[in-house]
């Protein structure tokens, strides 16, 4: 199941590879890949530069407070 930070996130890469969004907003793939398959949430930094580069801020914002209530880290 895709959830809605997974989706907001492939929206937001478009048609970017995982490695031309991480070079983008200076993560490394893993992490883009992480966030893709749902086994991993921003930082509350990382999620700062998610929102600047037009993401949904409630939708990283609820993926970052998952994070904090003990979900995918």
Do not use: Y
């Not at 997974?6 to 890469?13: G, N, S, V």
């Not at 983008?24 to 600047?52: E, M, N, Q, Y």
């Amino acid at each position: 199941m895709t959830s809605e930070f997974q989706e907001e996130l492939r929206r937001l890469r478009g048609l970017r590879s995982q490695t031309e969004f991480a070079s983008a907003i200076s993560v490394s793939r893993a992490t883009v890949a992480a966030w893709d398959a749902g086994r991993a949430t921003p930082s509350l930094a990382l999620a700062r530069k998610l929102v600047a580069c037009g993401m949904d801020p409630h939708v990283v914002l609820a993926a970052v407070l998952s994070r904090a209530d003990g979900a995918a880290a």
